[in-house]
Nanobody, 119 residues
Framework: QVRLVESGGGLVQPGGSLRLSCAAS????????MGWIRQAPGKQRELVAT???????NYADSVKGRFTISRDAAKNTMSLQMNSLKPEDTAVYYC?????????????WGQGTQVTVSS
């Protein structure tokens, strides 16, 4: 069964840093694209960052310059380094992957990890 499992969330003070990781049961190169999506109460779901098979990255304007998405093929993991965290970054962060299958692609999600930025 294809699985994506997030880890690394927690409570951090404003200005602090966290590193989120997503462990994949499949080679990360089987995914056309992977990314991080966050959901906060009262807010729309937001696509935070993506990385394509070719290594191209993209970021939401709200996190540009503060967050960095990366991948480690040897460990089948994708990470999100979050620096200069703000209270508005508080959300559940989900790992997402677009897996190539015979019929096309299939979208997979992790269970989510809570990030809370507060004094």
């Amino acid at each position: 069964q294809v699985r994506l499992v997030e880890s690394g969330g927690g409570l951090v003070q404003p200005g602090g840093s966290l590193r989120l990781s997503c462990a994949a049961s499949e080679s990360i190169f089987r995914f056309n694209a992977m990314g991080w999506i966050r959901q906060a109460p009262g807010k729309q779901r937001e696509l935070v960052a993506t990385i394509t098979l070719g290594g191209s990255t993209n970021y939401a304007d709200s996190v540009k310059g503060r967050f960095t998405i990366s991948r480690d093929a040897a460990k089948n993991t994708m990470s999100l380094q979050m620096n200069s965290l703000k209270p508005e970054d508080t959300a559940v962060y989900y790992c997402n992957g677009d897996l190539r299958v015979v019929s096309g692609t299939s979208d997979y999600w992790g269970q989510g990890t809570q990030v809370t930025v507060s004094s």
